[in-house]
């Protein structure tokens, strides 16, 4: 089923390069005497490096440099936000796969043969592995200013009046991290050029992030260097911050040969080093009353940022305040402690820790509808958000709150909710060890940046007319496979009434179009397209009086232009946009124009979690359907409804594309993607130990529900989808598993192993 969207229904910008094979990635670019850059990491997650030898490697065949802190042509402390860490390790290794030395040679192999050849000694130290732990007298100092990096909360009501309440609901409930498993890995080309800038060729959805970070490493003004984002294959939030990291190395690398260097990550790599969804513990106390209204909340959040800081405060800013879920509670507290360990470095990954709050918000809202004896609908439907109870946890009341009640009645109604719980019901009662369930999760999301990272929260184009009537169209957000080229071309196309295959919209490139701030937070739908929209608005100052003009008018009021054609209520005549266009250029207008877009100042304050925290949010659901193997611990899940407040679709396949790769890759992170480590090492760093779901294991129906209410603040109505897509696809997979098993659930992933443990009659507590 295709759900329809403004765009004719032509094939993606993208397609046909990729399903060619055709597209050109970073590992494609191939640049005159470029040379290949290779990284030796640590594989000790602890310790202090007390030697280290390159001399075999530097006299290694095809070996053009090799560097360490002590030779590193730019500035060896590269914090993103924090300054706690070095490009290349000085004398404290603090996870497994810091970096100890790069490597450029004339080919890969030689590099590689090289790496091996790079003689450390690294002395042990006792490292933290236990988030929990991390916090307490006498823990091993990952960073030497202490384990606790920040704290954000959420204060609201007084949630100590509530400890009468008739129901105290209170677990602990422990989530595992992800991997990204985009199918190419990180990497740079660095490119420098003859006049001393640079061009960087780079994988990446935040070109200007890795621009801005190339620059102060290099000690160049910005407008210096240069990137240019090759085609993407998938981000999920990996290609945020992380790239900048392999960029600088290839930077280094270039800087000290004078020539091109490509470093492409391999995946073993690129697997322990590279970000992960945070693992968190979520302690989750929930004061309710017998009839089922929810009194109070208090939630305390570990995130495990592994031993640097990355962006793992501002994903813990956003679990801080989505760790109450859509619903309306008069009494909250919110802990979220950001803490530094010696495990993988956690970072942004699609939902940006919502997923997992989610994870504990809705297993509770289920334990609630059983205490109480209610249905998971009916839960939500006495707690959540609505018009008559608009406000959410920050305080704030939301203009679309009534949407949240819809939701939960579209999704019911197409999930067939009553008829497949009555079915697993039916089917109990004939054999008691049948093991099927179902489970429900909602959420909130804001689908655009934080209050915290407002600043950011803008977006420019170009978009320019060319005189045979095509267009060119530069966006500063990115596509990573999200379908972002085809949304923007097809809001270009329907702002000037042309098809939208006359437009051709180009990945992006620092030196054309202003840095737009990071494709994150399902933001580029509103801040490319309300971009784009903007430029639109003055081509069509331009170009709507010319046309007003052919039809015989004295003013382009009421005058349209539809599928390329102008025309006015008023006469039959029509001219074409080709014609009109001839006539701009004829008169030498501006063909082209630069819309900018940035979302409104808000008021929030971060020591309470009070305010307008997000511009506008999204609704989102998941019911999921499954049968357990008790002895197998195996999990298959035979049926998923997703429904999605989206505002108004723009691409209807992208829209349907991105619900269905949401589903899967939250149903992977739910049930079998395991990142198992010893001392802080990945054990399973490939994909043949961690296990992604395989065509094999998509449910055999995945049904979608758009809710479309149009959002003020997006081009044509339209919300971004990307991540709520994938954020309660876990809550309600351990919904449904505990509905199959009979228990209460309070761990992800659900691997088979545990699954087995869990469904031990004697099982207790977390497996
Ligand atoms: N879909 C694909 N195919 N590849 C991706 O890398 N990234 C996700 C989501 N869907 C991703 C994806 C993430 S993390 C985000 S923030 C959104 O897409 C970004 O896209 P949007 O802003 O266009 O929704």
């Not at 290099?218 to 900048?244: A, M």
């Not at 009537?469 to 270009?492: K, P």
């Not at 003020?712 to 199959?740: C, M």
Request: hydrophobic share 40%; proline share 6%; glycine share 12%.
């Amino acid at each position: 089923m295709t759900h329809p969207g403004l765009d004719s229904g032509a094939p993606r910008p993208d397609a046909a390069t990729k399903a060619m094979g055709r597209a050109r990635y970073c590992a494609d670019v191939q640049l005159t005497g470029m040379l290949h850059g290779v990284i030796v990491a640590s594989p000790v997650a602890s310790g202090i490096l007390s030697g280290l030898d390159v001399s075999a490697a530097e006299a290694a065949p095809g070996v053009v440099a090799v560097l360490t802190a002590a030779n590193l042509p730019g500035n060896n402390r590269v914090g993103l936000i924090f300054d706690d860490q070095p490009l290349l390790v000085t004398d404290r290794v603090r996870m497994a796969g810091d970096r100890l030395a790069l490597i450029a040679a004339t080919t890969l192999e030689a590099a590689q043969r090289a790496a091996r050849l790079v003689k450390f000694t690294i002395d042990p130290l006792p490292g933290v592995h236990d988030v929990r732990r991390a916090l307490e007298p006498g823990a091993p100092l990952v960073q030497e200013q202490g384990n606790l990096l920040k704290e954000f909360f959420v204060k609201r009501g007084a949630p100590q009046t509530c400890r009468d309440a008739d129901l105290v609901l209170e677990d602990e409930f422990v989530i595992g991290g992800q991997e990204h498993a985009y199918l190419e890995t990180q990497g740079t080309v660095a490119e420098p050029q003859p006049d001393g800038s640079w061009l960087l060729h780079s994988t990446t959805q935040c070109p200007f992030y890795i621009r801005g970070r190339v620059a102060r490493f290099l000690g160049l003004p910005i407008s210096r260097v240069r990137v240019r984002q090759t085609v993407t294959g998938g981000g999920f939030g990996g290609k945020e911050d992380y790239p900048d990291e392999p960029a600088m190395c290839a930077a280094a690398l270039a800087k000290a040969t004078g020539r091109p260097v490509s470093l492409i990550l391999p995946r073993d790599q690129d697997m322990q080093m590279s970000t992960k969804r945070h693992a968190m513990v979520v302690r989750h106390k929930l004061y309710a009353s017998l009839s089922g209204r929810i009194r109070g909340v208090e939630v305390q959040v570990l995130v495990d940022a592994g031993a640097y800081a990355g962006l793992s405060t501002v994903v813990a800013e956003r679990a801080n305040i989505s760790s109450v879920g859509p619903y309306d509670i008069e009494h909250v507290s919110v802990l979220t402690q950001v803490i530094y360990t010696n495990n993988l470095f956690g970072g942004p990954y699609r939902g940006f820790g919502a997923p997992q709050v989610a994870a504990a918000h809705e297993a509770q809202m289920d334990r609630l509808a059983r205490a109480v004896g209610q249905d998971p609908f009916e839960i939500r439907r006495i707690n959540g958000v609505s018009a008559k109870n608009p406000e959410f946890t920050s305080g704030e009341a939301l203009p679309q709150a009534h949407l949240y009640g819809k939701l939960l009645d579209e999704l019911e109604e197409k999930s067939g909710w009553k008829r497949e719980k009555a079915a697993i019901a039916a089917a109990r009662e004939a054999d008691p060890g049948a093991c099927e369930g179902i489970g429900l999760a909602t959420i909130i999301y804001g689908v655009n940046l934080h209050w915290g990272g407002q600043r950011l929260d803008r977006g420019g184009a170009y978009v320019l007319i060319q005189a045979d009537g095509t267009v060119n169209a530069a966006v500063g957000i990115t596509e990573m496979g999200q379908g972002a080229l085809a949304a923007m071309r097809t809001i270009c196309a329907a702002g000037l009434g042309i098809d939208e295959t006359r437009v051709q919209i180009t990945e992006v490139d620092t030196a054309l179009v202003p840095d737009s701030g990071p494709t994150v937070a399902s933001r580029a739908t509103v801040s490319g397209g309300n971009a784009v929209l903007d430029a639109v608005r003055q081509l069509n100052e331009r170009l709507l009086p010319l046309a007003a003009g052919k039809l015989g008018l004295s003013g382009p009021e009421g005058v349209v232009c539809r599928d390329g054609v102008y025309s006015h209520p008023s006469t039959t005549v029509t001219t074409t946009f080709n014609e009109v266009v001839a006539l701009l250029y004829g008169r030498r207008q501006n063909p082209g124009a630069l819309g900018w877009f940035m979302s409104p100042e808000r008021e929030y304050d971060p020591a309470t979690g009070q305010g307008r925290a997000y511009a506008f949010y999204t609704f989102g659901g998941h019911v999921v359907r499954v049968r357990v193997d008790r002895a197998t611990g195996l999990v298959t899940v035979r049926e998923v409804t997703a429904a999605h407040d989206v505002g108004k679709i723009i691409h209807g396949l992208s829209a349907e594309g991105q619900v269905q790769g949401g589903v899967v890759q939250g149903l992977g992170w739910a049930l079998s993607e395991e990142l198992k480590l010893d001392a802080g090492r990945l054990k399973n760093p490939g994909f043949t130990d961690y296990l992604i779901p395989s065509s094999m294991d998509i449910p055999e129906r995945i049904n979608i529900v758009f809710l479309e209410e149009p959002e003020d603040q997006g081009p044509f109505g339209a919300k971004g989808l990307g991540e709520p897509s994938f954020i309660s696809v876990g809550a309600a997979t351990l919904n449904a598993v505990s509905h199959a098993l009979g228990r209460d659930v309070s761990v992800l992933p659900l691997t088979p192993e545990r699954v087995v443990g869990l469904a031990r009659p004697d099982a207790e507590g977390t497996p």
